[in-house]
């Protein structure tokens, strides 16, 4: 089949969160009211939002999308890393879309194929890590998105390699190629895993200056030194390198939580973080 015709379909709805396109809604819509920043006035580039099950990770997550109601974007380029394949390259998917319970979303090939055809050779149209792999970390982005945004378009990648030259050539590819559109970025990242509260506490809180510093290096640099764990480092760190690209001059850390402070169980928990990179 050829993938221009290609529809991805959600793997992790009623797992990761509700298959009920119905109950779905009103689960994101019950996160993004408890959320007490507000940050819908600036010109939002990219935001940073965490990837686990909507229990867990959701509130969270609420905290970045809720700075884009209001706002409307053409493309959404979300980019998730990949935890079951490996390759080393930036995946992009081209196929027709990609659906959730709350509806399909179109894919926008047209940018899809100009970030593919841009000079870094780490960037190409692929269907690794889309389909056939299981990835969630780019699919539970999708229904927030779809709730607050409403309509756009989407171009989905995964991350293969994180190193810091494909990250360094994702971020130039999209600089380039998302220059005359108005578009935004999503990197989706969880933080360290199964650490104490303590433990995990220390190490996320590189991260989580790193995103206040808007210092894409000095991410890469915690995580590459063991300081630091974050699962999507290498999407953030793209994301970073294009906000800058594309005149961003801010980064904000908007809220961090972990697992334990959903389950009580603070002996291993999962750290999770939402920010966002405005002009």
Known sequence: MEMATVIRKPVVAG??????????EKEIRSYLERVTVDRTAEYIVALVAPHAGYVYSGPVAAYSYRQLQGKAYDT?????PSHRDLFNFSSVFQGKGY???LGSIEVDQKTAGELASHIERSVRISSEGHLYSGEHSLEVQLP???????SFKLVPIVMGSQDRENCLSLGRALT?????KKALIVASS?????????TA??????VVESINRFDPDGLLGMISGHKSEACGAGPVAAAMYAAKGLGAKHGENLYYATSGDVSGDYGQVVGYTAGIFYH
């Not at 797992?15 to 779905?24: A, E, I, V």
């Not at 927030?144 to 409403?150: D, T």
């Not at 506490?201 to 590189?206: E, F, K, T």
């Open 15 to 24: 797992t990761f969160y509700p298959g009920d396109p119905g109950r779905l």
């Open 76 to 80: 959404v380029v979300v980019i998730s």
């Open 99 to 101: 659906e959730t319970p």
């Open 144 to 150: 927030f998105l779809q709730v607050v945004l409403g």
């Open 176 to 180: 380039d190629v998302l220059a005359r």
């Open 190 to 198: 969880d933080l360290s895993h199964y650490h104490s509260q303590k």
């Open 201 to 206: 506490q220390a190490m996320d809180s590189g």
